[in-house]
Nanobody
Framework: QVQLVESGGGLVQAGGSLRLSCAAS????????MGWYRQAPGKQREFVAT??????NYADSVKGRFTISRDPAKDTVYLLMNSLKPEDTAVYYC?????????WGQGTLVTVSS
């Protein structure tokens, strides 16, 4: 079983930056894939970014502004968000895949004011 603890959300003005963190703990050997999704009010959850052994992938809406990275030694994934826009406002969820099974974090709220 894996537990995910997210942190780093908050209120920021448009153009600002935030860094989200998600630390995985529990009885597992390693995380295969680690990524971030988000859900804005009244909308479905959507893909933001993921990082695997093959590299990183991003949604078109965040390319060039967001950077995902991971620290395998700490089983932690980060999302550095620059040039934030009001439309980035959402609850951001961490997702990890371990041996084919997905686990989700509780979510952290990011609010971008105009």
């Amino acid at each position: 079983q894996v537990q995910l603890v997210e942190s780093g959300g908050g209120l920021v003005q448009a153009g600002g930056s935030l860094r989200l963190s998600c630390a995985a703990s529990g009885s597992f050997f390693r995380c295969d894939d680690m990524g971030w999704y988000r859900q804005a009010p009244g909308k479905q959850r959507e893909f933001v970014a993921t990082v695997t052994s093959d590299g990183a992938n991003y949604a078109d809406s965040v390319k060039g502004r967001f950077t995902i990275s991971r620290d395998p030694a700490k089983d932690t994934v980060y999302l550095l968000m620059n040039s934030l826009k009001p439309e980035d406002t959402a609850v951001y969820y961490c997702k990890v895949v371990i041996r084919g099974a997905a686990a989700w974090g509780q979510g952290t709220l990011v609010t971008v004011s105009s």
